[in-house]
């Protein structure tokens, strides 16, 4: 993996970025202790409620924080005396707040609990968190205290109480969740240049959820959905689903890790990606052509709105803890899951097997088992094989590569079916 830090030589990345050795500056007084941001943990040691799936909730309790009653959500948008409109990122942290995809959490991470995470990969309690969840901002104004409401364009969303703002050490956290404050790094970009310069603390209400393109269940929806009596394997992807995505997920169910019976849960992420990504609602699009030509009993389809940060193996905790809180008993770990390269140079900053090996390390700790995906090739005698059995067996393996692919693509060129399906093939023609 790589662990270097960058000089940061550009002038908005350093004005961006605090020292490296800085620490992490409080402006306001936290008006609640820090596990204010988390459910207390009698409650969050409890027995699940919820019998809809096999799987317990991340910390024992699915967090809801979404009002029911219109009388409820009125009375909490009269003690609001703000209104701010919400990034694109930060609405796929709030409805994975208020809808318990990010259980415990119960709001936005507060100065105390923001640095444990980022030190340690887990809440002030101990319990395993891979990536801070943050509210930032720029406004000089807002205050420990104020109640705002959220909002997404003239939908409430959420009201936020806030309990601290602080001046985050942004080069020291880029360091230790993506393993670099280089600025080639997606996610230090990210940090450095979209995130404001402030971070607060805060509890969430839940008011609505906001209407995508695409939709998006609560994880209490997609429990209700899941056998309850065998293994879950979720399957992330943040990219079209081609041929050997599809062979990779189905055959994972034949994986002795998974016990009889089990199915498959393909659950996208549809939220902002990398800034090349395909966009979120042309790749939902392709998913629903494809769950219509592939039908078939073992495999679920749902829709995440979450916020990449392309943080290798912190992501891959960040992503089997949300599947958890979906209902999912094991997770497929890809080749360079989450992973990144150099906008300058091309390298990987981590390597292929760095997210497999952290998730087995934390995976028992955290409840979830990983599942390693099948290393898979085209091979003109068998179809799809395995690398290793494709070598053994002397078989003449087809390659194409991503960016030959969105040549032919933009070229009207055909695309071989061994690589791409049909109906996702005339999707992303008609789309992108």
Same mark, same amino acid.
């Given at each position: 993996m790589k662990?270097?830090?960058?000089?940061?030589?550009?002038?908005?990345?350093?004005?961006?970025?605090?020292?490296?050795?800085?620490?992490?500056?409080?402006?306001?007084?936290?008006?609640?202790?820090?596990?204010?941001?988390f459910a207390p943990v009698a409650v969050r040691n409890a027995e699940?409620?919820? +019998?809809?799936? @096999?799987?317990?909730?991340?910390?024992?309790?699915?967090?809801?924080?979404?009002?029911k009653t219109d009388e409820e959500k009125d009375a909490a948008i009269a003690k609001c005396t703000k209104e701010l409109q919400l990034s694109p990122r930060q609405l796929c942290d709030v409805e994975l707040i208020m809808n318990g995809g990010f259980s415990p959490l119960t709001g936005f991470m507060d100065q105390a609990t923001y640095e444990h995470v980022v030190d340690n990969v887990a809440l002030p309690d101990g319990l395993i968190f891979g990536l801070p969840v943050v509210f930032d901002t720029n406004?000089?104004?807002?205050?420990?205290?104020?109640?705002?409401l959220l909002k997404d364009g003239d939908r409430n969303i959420a009201t936020i109480e806030f309990t601290d703002k602080y001046l985050p050490n942004k080069a020291y956290e880029c360091n230790k969740c993506y393993g670099t404050s280089e600025i080639e790094h997606p996610g230090s970009l990210m940090v450095a240049t979209e995130r404001g310069k402030y971070y607060m603390g805060g509890k969430i209400t839940g008011l609505n959820l906001p209407i995508r393109d695409f939709p998006c269940k609560t994880p209490a929806e997609v429990r209700e959905t899941l056998p309850d009596d065998v293994d879950v394997v979720a399957f992330q992807c943040r990219n079209p689903v081609h041929r050997?995505?599809? +062979?990779?997920f189905t055959r994972a169910l034949d994986d002795p890790l998974i016990g009889e019976g089990g199915v498959v849960l393909v659950h996208p992420t549809c939220g902002p990606?990398?800034?090349?990504? %395909?966009?979120?609602?042309?790749?939902? @699009?392709?998913?629903?052509v494809l769950k219509e030509e592939t039908h078939n009993d073992r495999t679920r389809w749902e829709y995440l709105p979450?916020?990449?940060?392309?943080?290798?193996?912190? +992501?891959? %905790?960040?992503?089997?803890? %949300?599947? @958890?809180?979906?209902?999912?008993?094991?997770?497929? %770990?890809?080749?360079?899951?989450?992973g990144s390269k150099s906008s300058v140079t091309g390298e990987d900053y981590y390597g292929a097997y760095d997210a497999q090996d952290f998730a087995k390390a934390k995976g028992p700790e955290l409840g979830v088992t990983p599942v390693p995906s099948l290393n898979l090739v085209y091979t003109e005698e068998e179809g799809y094989v395995t690398a290793d059995e494709a070598k053994e067996r002397g078989l003449h393996e087809k390659k194409l590569s991503g960016t030959k692919f969105r040549q032919m693509l933009r070229g009207g060129e055909d695309i071989p079916e061994w690589f791409a399906f049909k109906s996702v093939v005339k999707v992303l023609r008609e789309n992108v």
């Open positions: 662990f270097s830090i960058a000089a940061l030589s550009i002038a908005a990345t350093a004005s961006a970025f605090t020292a490296f050795n800085a620490p992490t500056r409080a402006i306001g007084a936290s008006r609640v202790a820090s596990s204010g941001v699940t409620q919820l +019998e809809a799936a @096999k799987q317990t909730p991340h910390g024992g309790t699915l967090v809801d924080l979404i009002l406004d000089e104004d807002l205050q420990p205290g104020d109640i705002v050997a995505h599809y +062979e990779l990606t990398q800034a090349d990504d %395909i966009p979120g609602v042309v790749r939902y @699009k392709t998913y629903e979450y916020s990449m940060h392309m943080a290798g193996p912190r +992501e891959a %905790i960040q992503h089997m803890m %949300i599947r @958890k809180n979906f209902g999912c008993t094991h997770f497929i %770990i890809g080749r360079d899951m989450a």
